[in-house]
């Protein structure tokens, strides 16, 4: 276990002009490390950018003698932890508005004068990876995430399948084809 060795507080001595000089010190060695964390040369340009305007405006808290080029490899680090965690929130967040559509959008197949008999019969004239979705999703009654679970598919790939399903079965019906 690593021993922590006090902190000492900040130096309130320390000026822009230092940390003007241990940005340019350490920059290039930022510009790597941001690189290999992003894996893009724009983003790994902007985690340098970002990392060096939080470091400015922390610098106070910086404590002189220590390994700047630690605490600025610390501080991007972090940053760029903290994006991919917001990217990750994002995107969830963005499956579960689309999930939310999708339910929204759930056509009602209620047609007059159609018996179950006729309607399960359209469904049973659906190509099979349409139809396992219709009878996953009104048969079993399970949820959009369960189906998904269940098939290996995608949320969006649940929804996209049982909207063709819907539209092929009220042409069917409408029709009068079963």
Do not use: C
């Not at 940005?23 to 790597?32: C, E, F, I």
């Not at 080029?69 to 940053?79: D, E, G, H, K, S």
């Not at 049973?124 to 139809?131: C, V």
Request: without cysteine.
């Amino acid at each position: 276990m690593r021993k922590l060795r006090p902190r000492s507080a900040p130096d309130p001595a320390l000026n822009v002009g230092e940390f003007g000089e241990i940005a340019r010190q350490h920059q290039a060695h930022l510009h790597v490390v941001a690189l290999r964390l992003a894996g893009d040369r724009d983003v790994a340009k902007d985690l340098v950018q970002e990392t060096l305007a939080r470091a400015l405006f922390h610098f106070t808290e910086y404590i002189q003698g220590t390994n700047a080029r630690a605490w600025l490899v610390t501080i991007l680090t972090r940053l760029h932890l903290d994006q991919r965690k917001h990217e990750k929130v994002v995107t969830k967040a963005g499956q579960q508005i689309v999930t939310m559509e999708l339910v929204e959008r759930d056509i009602d197949l209620t047609i007059p004068n159609i018996s179950d008999a006729m309607l399960w019969r359209a469904v049973d004239s659906l190509e099979p990876r349409l139809r396992q979705i219709v009878e996953l999703r009104y048969a079993q009654q399970l949820s959009y995430k369960e189906i998904a679970a269940r098939l290996g598919l995608t949320v969006g790939t649940v929804g996209t399948r049982l909207m063709r399903a819907h539209e092929q079965l009220k042409r069917s019906l409408q029709a009068g084809e079963t």
